[in-house]
Structure formats: C-alpha cells, structure tokens
C-alpha cells in the first residue's frame, strides 16, 4: 500500500556532487525556515558557485523566493519569521551574532521583481551605494563609478547624456537595468535576483539575460524565476524546490533533459505547476 509522506523527513534531494574544481561561495546547510510557525522551507541545502548563476525553480509558494531572502537576511525585516540551520559566504556564518547587516548586504546585492528606482535622478540612483558607505573620495571617483556601473548593466549609450533625468522616467526594461547598475554600483560579491524580468517585454527580458551572462565574470549570481526557458538559457545550476523542499539540484543541462526525480520531470513536462 501506497503511504502519504506529508509530515515525514524531507526525501533526500536528487542530484550529483558538485565538481571539485568549481568554487563554493555559499554553503546553506540544513536551512529552515517558518512564518508565524507555519513552515516555508524544510532543511535546505545548497551549495552556489562562484562565478555561476544558480536558477531557483518550482511553482508559486514552493519557497524559491523565501530561501534567497535567507541569502542577505531580508526575512530579519519579518518579525514573525523564524530562520534555522546554517549559511555561509565563504568561511564565515551570516547569521552569527557578530555579523554586520549593513555590511553583509553591502556584499550581497539583491534585485526586486518589480523595477524600483528610487525618486531620484539617475546618477543619484547610481550613486546611492557608494555614498552612504564612503567608497567614493572625490566626484571625479563617484562619476567614474556611476558611469561604470551603468557600462556594466549595459545603459550607459541610452541614458549617458540625461543623468539628470529621473530614474523612474526610464522604461521598465531600463529601470530594471537601472537597479541591476545600483545593485552592482558598491562591487558586491553575489547579485541576488527575485524575478528580475517578470514585469517586462520579451525585448526587455533579452537585455536582462544577456546581461546576466556578462554579469557572471564578476559576479556569483542567485536567480528566482518561474520561467523554466529563461533558467535553461541563463544557468549553470539549477535548484528545483516543491512545498518547501529542495528536491532535486545538479547542472541546468542535466536538470531539463535528465532528471533523476518524478517531482522535477513532472514539473519540467508542465504535468505540475
């Protein structure tokens, strides 16, 4: 007879041993995670890599967008939220009592689903970050990091000679540019991305994953999407989650043709979702 799981032991996740020869710059062991003790995530672990884009994948509610809020402690801004187990970037556990927030997020950049330039002009926007954490000494120093920054999210050509104009005149397509250039304007280490092309047009969306694959020379890069195409064009790894759990992870290639659980193939074949 055929048992119901609900309430066991997470099953073990699907997937093979991550290549020794790639760098691990985030370990999350053991990772739960519960709002006002009803659970969002049962014991995750995951390894990302450096210099790769990690895709996490699975239906609405199935805790993609809960586990990278874990990634920069977004969840501490909801107090009925409870985290457990143990994340690391590199050696160092970020949610050690000693750990500096500010600092954490400093290195831990994050990109919203929806574009949100702040009410400011567009160097301002840019020039925010480095501002408030002093990494600029002159405004020779901010307006070579600003026009860096706006090079690097691939807007510079389109806005170079209306800095002044405001942030939230640009196009969706350019806003979402324009937080990827905020985002990566105070030289994080990992670039956070929650749906980052889900308000924008097919033309838009190109931009964004285009940019995502330059972005990576520089950057270890988390994406949430609910696309299975853009995750199979824009990742190395994939992550599949399903109420809660992490059921299967491995190399996006293997991930869309091979995978080694029912709950994967079932949800990559559109039979759930």
């Known amino acids: 007879m055929h048992t119901n799981n609900a309430g066991t032991a997470p099953a073990p996740v699907t997937g093979a041993p991550v290549d020794s020869a790639l760098n691990i710059k985030m370990t999350a062991k053991d990772v739960s995670v519960a709002y006002s003790g009803t659970p969002a995530l049962k014991k995750v672990s995951l390894?990302?890599?450096?210099?790769?884009?990690?895709?996490?994948?699975?239906?609405?509610?199935c805790g993609k967008t809960t586990f990278l809020r874990c990634i920069n402690r977004m969840n501490d801004l909801i107090p009925t939220c409870k985290v457990e187990g143990e994340i690391k970037l590199g050696d160092h556990d970020?949610?050690?009592?000693?750990?500096?927030?500010?600092?954490?997020?400093?290195?831990?950049?994050?990109?919203?689903?929806?574009?949100?330039?702040?009410?400011?002009?567009?160097?301002?926007?840019?020039?925010?970050?480095?501002?408030?954490?002093?990494?600029?000494?002159?405004?020779?120093?901010?307006?070579?990091?600003?026009?860096?920054?706006?090079?690097?999210?691939?807007?510079?050509?389109?806005?170079?000679?209306?800095?002044?104009?405001?942030?939230?005149?640009?196009?969706?397509?350019?806003?979402?540019?324009?937080?990827?250039?905020?985002?990566?304007?105070?030289?994080?280490?990992?670039?956070?991305m929650d749906e980052p092309c889900s308000a924008l047009d097919p033309i838009a969306t190109a931009k964004i994953e285009e940019l995502i694959d330059e972005l990576k020379e520089r950057y270890t890069i988390v994406i949430v999407t609910h696309s299975m195409q853009q995750a199979a064009r824009v990742s190395d790894f994939t992550a599949y989650f399903h109420l809660g759990e992490l059921v299967e992870k491995g190399e996006t290639n293997r991930i869309f043709t091979s995978p080694q659980h029912a709950k994967t193939e079932a949800y990559i074949t559109g039979r759930i979702g």
């Open 47 to 61: 390894d990302i890599i450096e210099n790769k884009v990690t895709a996490l994948i699975g239906p609405s509610g």
């Open 94 to 192: 970020i949610y050690a009592r000693d750990v500096d927030v500010e600092v954490l997020r400093r290195r831990i950049g994050m990109v919203f689903q929806k574009p949100n330039p702040f009410p400011k002009s567009i160097y301002d926007n840019v020039a925010y970050g480095p501002r408030i954490h002093g990494l600029a000494k002159t405004k020779e120093d901010l307006d070579a990091i600003v026009h860096k920054s706006l090079k690097r999210a691939g807007l510079l050509d389109e806005v170079e000679n209306r800095l002044d104009a405001l942030g939230t005149s640009l196009s969706g397509g350019q806003q979402q540019r324009l937080c990827i250039a905020r985002a990566i304007a105070i030289e994080p280490e990992v670039i956070l």
